[in-house]
């Protein structure tokens, strides 16, 4: 691999059904939370891939846009990755993680629905319990590659929703193993970690993005009576709690954001998980609080999940400042599938 990898990171087996250490250690000048959460996506140097794209069309008219990467010579399966909020096949942690497992997995980003750079056809748009959309991708590539184990990886949004996805799969899952990172797994605790201090800075960021691709929507198709703001209110949706209450939940079918947090909060789903599930955390990620750490109870005998006292949201990079590394997390995820296959009768 290029210097800018690592080796592996992991020598032990994963430890299911318990809370356990994350083999991470930021690099001295990068402990802060706020370091590891935005200098590897702003200063790190990411691979070029060379994505293919592919449009599936879906029941209600709308589509699903997939970025495949180059199959590995050899291939062990199928990884499909899920991004999180406003992420896409461009996003610095889903080239990492792409450049990594492409060495010995075929690997396919899904994107929800209107993250590709395309508008998508309808008012429906994407948030973190949507599953039918995943469910459709997975049941294709079922048919497509009948002989080949799939696998996902999902980053804070789209892990969160591949909590709830593999609970709903129960024993009937067509997924061989998981990995989830960095997901906000109390939405509401989430929603008010991030309205609070220096976090407010990504609630802004992300906030401008939903509001933008929104408004833009509102221009040629009817809103009326399926969100609770007009397009020149939109911009008053300062935080993820008003955006959820007014759009996120009536555009899909919830009561209110509560409701929305409530129903779709992957903490509820952990314990029915029964398909191998590594979820990784930092404590000190600025998006969450601890109420979003599961107690030891909560995880099915087939979950594991790993916690680091650094790493902030989707960071966990080493190196130094001049060189930094952001391929830690996709080689857990490596190990992890690797150790995964070979437990497999």
Not at 171 to 195: E, F, H, K
Request: some cysteine; aromatic content about 10%.
């Amino acid at each position: 691999m290029p210097e800018l990898y690592s080796a592996s990171v992991t020598s032990h087996q994963t430890t299911f059904g318990h809370i356990t250490p994350f083999a991470f250690t930021a690099p001295w000048w990068a402990k802060n939370r706020h370091v590891q959460t935005i200098y590897g996506r702003y200063f790190g140097e990411h691979p070029t891939i060379a994505f293919e794209s592919e449009r599936v069309e879906l029941d209600d008219g709308d589509f699903i846009d997939l970025a495949w990467a180059p199959k590995p010579t050899e291939c062990q399966g199928l990884v499909i990755l899920f991004h999180g909020l406003e992420g896409s096949k461009d996003s610095h942690y889903i080239k990492h993680a792409v450049h990594v497992l492409s060495q010995q997995y075929h690997c396919v980003v899904m994107h929800f629905r209107g993250c590709s750079g395309v508008a998508n056809r309808t008012s429906r748009a994407y948030h973190s319990g949507e599953t039918s959309d995943p469910k459709v991708i997975i049941q294709l590539l079922q048919l497509r590659y009948p002989d080949q184990p799939i696998y996902a990886l999902g980053f804070s949004l789209g892990g969160n929703m591949l909590c709830k996805l593999n609970a709903e799969y129960a024993d009937q899952n067509p997924l061989s193993g998981s990995v989830v990172v960095s997901a906000p797994l109390r939405l509401d605790a989430c929603a008010q970690a991030i309205n609070q201090g220096f976090a407010k800075v990504y609630e802004r960021r992300l906030l401008r993005s939903m509001q933008a691709n929104l408004k833009q929507k509102m221009q040629t198709m009817d809103y009326m009576e399926k969100v609770r703001v007009e397009a020149h209110e939109v911009e008053q949706l300062t935080s993820f709690e008003l955006f959820d209450e007014n759009v996120t939940a009536p555009l899909h079918g919830f009561a209110g954001a509560q409701d929305y947090y409530a129903k779709c909060s992957g903490l509820r789903f952990l314990h029915a998980i029964e398909k191998p599930t590594l979820v990784i955390h930092a404590q000190d990620d600025p998006f969450m609080n601890a109420d979003v750490i599961p107690k030891a109870h909560q995880l099915s005998a087939s979950v594991a999940y790993e916690m680091s006292q650094n790493g902030g949201h989707v960071g966990f990079f080493t190196g130094p400042p001049w060189r930094v590394k952001c391929d830690h997390l996709a080689l857990r995820a490596l190990d992890f599938f690797t150790e995964i296959g070979e437990k497999k009768p």
